[in-house]
């Protein structure tokens, strides 16, 4: 099995768009949980999404960044996806909770990028595909500037059980065969963890 991660912008759009299809949520959401203010995540249909998620991945983020997410192929077939851009761009992020329960550091840096979403199809799970993909994105945001990136997954040594559409945010394992370490443990079953540069 060949595992190739390519920048969303590099590739078609179609190929983008087979993973946010079948059961879930990705197919409503389209990635933009994160980049939308509430009031207005409520307001938006899922073509509204899909044409906001069009522009992200071919025109980034507007200031500088050429695409906001990767595709995993697997032997040539797209297989998984992650978002990632500088933290600041994620207005929900800089409001929740979790990545800043025991820290203190500044929100605004807009150096540091986060990790918040992959999407890995179900028949190319538990083969590597998301580590690869957090790996790439750690490269990706170190090659456009960011002084660290760091990612939100669910802790699955905390034993706790999680629905697949929970795992939106990855897991622990994959970021640490990314080579990403814990800094903080916001609540029982989700961890913060980083890579600085």
């Given at each position: 099995m060949s595992i190739e991660v390519k920048p969303a912008d590099a590739?078609?759009?179609?190929?983008?768009?087979?993973?946010?299809?079948?059961?879930?949520?990705?197919?409503?959401?389209?990635?933009q949980w994160f980049t939308v203010p509430r009031a207005m995540n409520r307001t938006l249909t899922t073509d509204d999404r899909r044409?906001?998620?069009?522009?992200?991945?071919?025109?980034?983020?507007?200031?500088?960044?050429?695409?906001?997410?990767?595709?995993?192929?697997?032997?040539?077939e797209p297989a998984g996806w992650v978002a990632v851009q500088p933290r600041v761009?994620?207005?929900n992020l800089v409001r929740a909770r979790i990545p800043w329960a025991e820290r203190t550091e500044d929100k605004s840096d807009p150096g540091v990028w986060a990790i918040t979403?992959?999407?890995?199809?179900?028949?190319?799970?538990?083969?590597?595909v998301s580590a690869a993909l957090a790996s790439a994105a750690a490269e990706?945001?170190?090659?456009?500037?960011?002084?660290?990136?760091?990612?939100?997954?669910v802790d699955l040594s905390s034993g706790r059980k999680t629905s697949a559409d929970a795992m939106y945010?990855?897991?622990?394992?994959?970021?640490?065969?990314?080579?990403?370490?814990?800094?903080?443990?916001?609540?029982?079953?989700?961890?913060?963890?980083?890579?600085?540069?």
């Open positions: 590739v078609p759009f179609d190929d983008v768009q087979k993973m946010f299809v079948g059961p879930g949520d990705q197919a409503w959401c389209q990635c044409e906001r998620l069009h522009e992200q991945t071919r025109h980034g983020n507007g200031r500088g960044v050429a695409t906001t997410g990767l595709v995993a192929f697997v032997d040539g761009d994620y207005d979403c992959f999407i890995t199809h179900r028949e190319f799970r538990r083969q590597g990706w945001a170190h090659h456009n500037g960011a002084t660290a990136v760091e990612g939100y997954p945010v990855g897991a622990s394992t994959a970021f640490a065969a990314a080579g990403f370490t814990a800094v903080s443990h916001p609540s029982p079953g989700r961890v913060v963890m980083r890579i600085d540069f």
